[in-house]
């Protein structure tokens, strides 16, 4: 979840890590820091802090050489302070280490570090690493013989790069487990190194993505890779498809409310080259998916976390209706250690943005270990989960910088329904006119999307109406009660308003006892296969004189009877719903986060991907 970004080329590499680590910002940030090579010795400045203070400080106080080591930090060990910041050096000063992960066996190094007489600047395990390289380098004179010696000593996942005066020429660089990417970005007679491919987009797209277990040497005109046994390893650069201009934001205020306006883009790509509208047919040609397999599948577990959990709970409903496969959906922070029921026709499907998040990498590897096939629905391409599958499907939405997830919640939407529907197909599970009208409700998606943003305005105007609301229960039910999960999701991670969900015909059961005046009620009651439940729920809230908000499909009637406020949604197939009805609740999040004048992109306590346990 830190930011990581290295440079070694012709070029000053100050503002190239500092541009870096600006576009890294996002996945994690309570201090940073950046070393440079400079006249034969390291300079380094670190604040703790927004990235901003580290640039006001090297403006205050230059740096500037050919080589540079730079790093944004979310803290697992050692308060976020100056003290803890990343570069960390040893007791030389001639060796600078920037590192994402947890040692998790740091206090023993410590202990033995300290007997040996090292002296520590920090509080955080990741000092081990650079006394480690230290203790090495003075036997071994070599940089890269002396990480792998130091990295062998450690327990946990990391991202490592380091830097030395005495090869003033390159950067080491080191992946262990799942603590975050390292990729190589191949320059003009320059290299670039980073843990998430945004930081290097606009300098290049020729990248290498190191390998769990792998280290990298990179010059300014050249690059080795070796597995931890010192062997050099082949490698292949790959052209990212991405466009570096995407990750800016445009004309928005917000990476997020740029995204949830891209969805119309994201929905397209998503579905784009994987349909095909004249034959009603499906294509998921990465997922590797013979139909003798499809047919062997027993059941299916969608494992993941936070609002990647949330489209998983849609998939479970949409996979079973139209495949009849069962399907488990389970939080991978639990299903990592439940000793799950899995035999070798058992499918553990992942959903995750990024790809590295440390529960959802740790599941997948538990249903490996148990002999599931595994797939994920991913949106990095090059990622831990898409390295480690058997098969996947690119979410294709492009960059999501903004902490709140909002496109790549809606894309794994449309892929599980895809999905859906090949699985169906090759089980023989439904006829074709079904198919096909199956696949034909994909064609206007786009549209619909369209017009759902299209209301804005209006459901900003509601917005404004609920920015001093203190209390909220989101309420949904079927394909639309994880809509509701997601929906006070997003309030609570970017207004800090407490929001909870519940399925509506849970209320009777305890949670109406809340119900009364200062209670915000959200109520998902589109014209889906649960709506006449839903008017009940509307009903019933309102005999508690609770305040209350529904997403309502256009052209209702008993709806704008009941309630407080509608956000109008235009109909659609009801297997598709979930997409649209959660569009405005995004949109009634951004705008109250958004008046209350909080870190819309960058909220509080969070990081966009949590890379550790
Ligand atoms: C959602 O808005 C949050 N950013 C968070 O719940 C996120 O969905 C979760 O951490 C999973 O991340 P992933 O999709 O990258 O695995």
């Not at 062997?231 to 292949?236: A, D, F, S, T, V």
């Not at 495949?323 to 799950?340: G, H, M, N």
């Not at 109406?512 to 009620?521: H, R, S, T």
Request: aromatic share 6%; hydrophobic share 40%.
């Amino acid at each position: 979840m830190c930011g990581i970004v290295g440079y070694v080329g012709p070029r000053d590499a100050t503002p190239i890590v500092l541009g870096g680590l600006k576009r890294l910002e996002y996945r994690g940030y309570d201090s940073a820091g950046i070393a440079v090579l400079q006249d034969g010795g390291f300079e380094i400045r670190r604040d703790a802090g927004k990235l901003s203070k580290l640039l006001s400080t090297v403006n205050d106080d230059p740096i500037k050489g050919h080589l540079g080591i730079g790093h944004t930090r979310w803290a697992t060990h050692g308060e976020p302070n100056t003290r803890n910041a990343h570069p960390h050096i040893g007791a030389t000063g001639d060796v600078v280490v920037v590192h994402n992960g947890i040692v998790e066996n740091y206090k023993e190094l410590k202990e033995e570090l300290l007997a040996e007489g090292a002296e520590f600047n920090s509080d955080t395990d990741s000092e081990i690493i650079v006394h480690l390289i230290e203790r090495y380098l003075s036997s071994e004179n070599d940089l890269l013989q002396a990480v792998r010696k130091a990295l062998s000593h450690l327990k946990g996942h990391h991202g490592v790069v380091i830097g030395s005066k005495h090869e003033p020429d390159k950067i080491v660089a080191a992946r262990i487990g799942n603590a975050g990417g390292v990729v190589l970005g191949f320059g003009e007679g320059e290299m670039f190194i980073a843990s998430d491919l945004p930081a290097i987009l606009e300098h290049t797209r020729e990248v290498v993505y190191l390998e769990s277990h792998q280290l990298a040497v990179v010059t300014k005109d050249s690059a080795a890779v070796y597995d931890l046994d010192g062997n050099k390893l082949e490698i292949r650069t790959e052209t990212v498809p991405w466009d570096p201009i995407a990750a800016e934001k445009g004309e928005y205020r917000h990476f997020m409310q740029k995204e949830i306006h891209e969805q119309i883009r994201s929905i397209t790509d998503t579905i784009n080259g994987r349909v095909d509208f004249a034959n009603g047919r499906i294509s998921l040609p990465k997922l590797n998916l013979t139909k003798e397999f499809a047919n062997k599948i027993e059941k299916i577990i969608i494992t993941a976390c936070g609002t990647a959990a949330y489209a998983a709970m849609v998939g479970k409903i949409i996979i079973e209706k139209i495949a009849r496969i069962p399907v488990e959906v389970d939080v991978a922070s639990e299903f990592r250690y439940r000793d799950p029921i899995i035999t070798e026709n058992t499918v553990v499907l992942s959903i995750s943005q990024s790809g590295e998040t440390a529960d959802t990498l740790a599941a997948m590897a538990e249903g490996k270990r148990l002999g599931a096939t595994l797939w994920t629905i991913v949106n990095v391409m090059g990622s831990q989960a898409m390295r480690i599958s058997d098969g996947h499907i690119l979410m294709q939405t492009g960059p999501e910088i903004g902490v709140a997830s909002t496109k790549a919640y809606t894309a794994p939407l449309v892929d599980q329904y895809m999905l859906a529907i090949l699985l169906a197909d090759l089980r023989d599970e439904i006829d074709e006119k079904t198919r096909k009208q199956y696949v034909n409700e994909l064609r206007s998606l786009p549209n619909l999307v369209s017009q759902v943003l299209s209301r804005e305005t209006e459901y900003e105007r509601i917005a404004r109406k609920l920015v001093d609301v203190n209390n909220s229960i989101y309420l949904g039910r079927g394909v639309n009660m994880p809509t509701a999960y997601e929906g006070a999701l997003k309030l609570k991670e970017i207004s800090y308003i407490h929001a909870e969900a519940y399925p509506g015909g849970e209320m009777k059961h305890g949670p109406i006892a809340l119900f009364d005046q200062d209670m915000q009620v959200i109520v998902i009651a589109p014209k889906d296969p649960w709506y006449d439940k839903m008017v009940s729920q509307v009903e019933q809230t309102k005999a508690r004189n609770a305040p209350v908000l529904v997403i309502a499909t256009d052209g209702d009637e008993q709806i704008p009877e009941l309630a407080d406020e509608v956000m109008w949604i235009p109909d659609v197939f009801w297997m598709l719903s979930p997409v649209i009805a959660v569009i405005p609740l995004q949109i009634l999040a951004y705008h109250i986060a958004s008046i209350r004048g909080l870190d819309v992109d960058q909220p509080r306590n969070l990081a966009k991907s949590v890379t550790v346990e």
